[in-house]
Every structure is written in C-alpha cells, then in structure tokens.
Antibody, heavy 121, light 106 residues
Framework: EVHLVQSGAEVKKPGESLKISCKGS????????IGWVRQMPGKGLEWMGI????????RYNPSFQGQVTISADKSITTAYLQWSSLKASDTAMYYC??????????????WGQGTLVTVSS | SYELTQPPSVSVSPGQTASITCSGD??????TYWYHQKPGQSPVLVIY???RRPSGIPERFSGSNSGNTATLTISGTQAMDEADYYC?????????FGGGTKLTVL
C-alpha cells in the first residue's frame, strides 16, 4: 500500500526559511513523479510543481517558479518543498502527491495528509 | 495560462443524478481527471483519463469529455458524496485545477 507521510504543522514569521517533507513508501520512489499542491484557507487546489526522484528532473507551475524549491532525496525516499523567505500569503495547507503519467499527462494518484504552514508576525 | 471553469455549487437530492461540469478551451483534446475532497481531508482521485475509475471508487461515479466540456456524473447520489469536487488537466507541462464545485446533497 502506498503511503505519503508529511511533516508536521509549522508556524513561522515572515522572512524565515522553511523546508517541509513528504516520505513515500509502498512503491518504487524513483519511478514516479511526486509533487506539491497548495490550498489556501477556504480556497481551491493549486498545482505547484513536480520532481522525478530518479534523476531530479523538476517542473514548476510558472506561478510558483522562483518562489519555492522542490527537491528529493531518493536515498531516504523523501521529497521536499522549500521557501527561502516566507510571506504571510504562503499561509496554506500543502499536500504532496504521487503522480502517474499517461500519454504525456500527469495526474495525482495518492496524496499525503497535508502540512499546514502558518506565516504570521 | 490554461484555465478550467467549474460551477461553484451544485445541489442534488439523495438518489438522484448529479452532474458537475468543467470547461476549458478544447478540453476534449486533453485528458480530464476528477478529485473529491471532504472537509478536513486530503483530495481523492475519483476519475482518471476522462472516464476510468480507480479501484475502490463506486460505479456510480462516471465521466465524459468532449468539445470544451468534461462532466462528472454521480448516479444515485448518496449523502456521503457531499464534498468539493475538482477537475484537473495537463497543459504545457503544468497541472491545472478547476476552481472546485461544492456538491450539496439535500
């Protein structure tokens, strides 16, 4: 059974850095893209980007390019989402999700439980 | 950037058929995926590649996609189907979600 277990909730101040994690198990971690989705309070889902842990190939939604960094450590089957300088507008729930690919399209097959990030002075 | 448009809300009586639409330019040329999300929970994939159901998803969930509109249909809607529903497509190396539809079963 596939499991994606995310790190716990975070409370940070504007300007601080943060790295949240998502540990995958129950499947071949290096054979599937894994990515991140943002959900701001009371809002919809926003696709942020994905990484292929096999070779670290990464793709970003242009809206998030330069704002966050997605990485992965295949030795510990863990993906990461990182900010260098948080803003209040980064306050949201962040989900990791294992992606499946078919005919050049990707969809989100399995989801983590979410990590709530709160940025407040 | 590519956009997917969903109605904000849909209401249905128990046992009736609910239809949720998702519109986008030439969406029928792409694959559409559907997820539902219940309050306080992570999203769950309910339809992939327009009309396929993942294992564990009830047969009452079905999908179609043609022209500019994809449709998620829930036949014999149950109270447990009340949730937010999101469509998703892939365009220009980017995932795109619709704004979501709140399905109310009353």
């Amino acid at each position: 059974e596939v499991h994606l277990v995310q790190s716990g909730a975070e409370v940070k101040k504007p300007g601080e850095s943060l790295k949240i994690s998502c540990k995958g198990s129950g499947y071949s971690f290096t054979a599937y893209w894994i990515g991140w989705v943002r959900q701001m309070p009371g809002k919809g889902l926003e696709w942020m980007g994905i990484i292929y842990p096999g070779d670290s190939d990464t793709r970003y939604n242009p809206s998030f390019q330069g704002q966050v960094t997605i990485s992965a450590d295949k030795s510990i089957t863990t993906a990461y989402l990182q900010w260098s300088s948080l803003k209040a507008s980064d306050t949201a729930m962040y989900y990791c999700a294992r992606h499946a690919r078919f005919a050049g399209n990707y969809h989100l097959v399995d989801w983590g439980q979410g990590t709530l990030v709160t940025v407040s002075s | 950037s590519y956009e997917l448009t969903q109605p904000p809300s849909v209401s249905v009586s128990p046992g009736q058929t609910a239809s949720i639409t998702c519109s986008g330019d030439k969406l029928g040329d792409k694959y559409t995926y559907w997820y539902h999300q219940k309050p306080g929970q992570s999203p769950v994939l309910v339809i992939y590649q327009d009309n396929r159901r993942p294992s564990g998803i009830p047969e009452r969930f079905s999908g179609s996609n043609s022209g500019n509109t994809a449709t998620l249909t829930i036949s014999g809607t149950q109270a447990m189907d009340e949730a937010d529903y999101y469509c998703q497509a892939w365009d220009n190396n980017t995932g795109v979600f619709g704004g979501g539809t709140k399905l109310t079963v009353l």
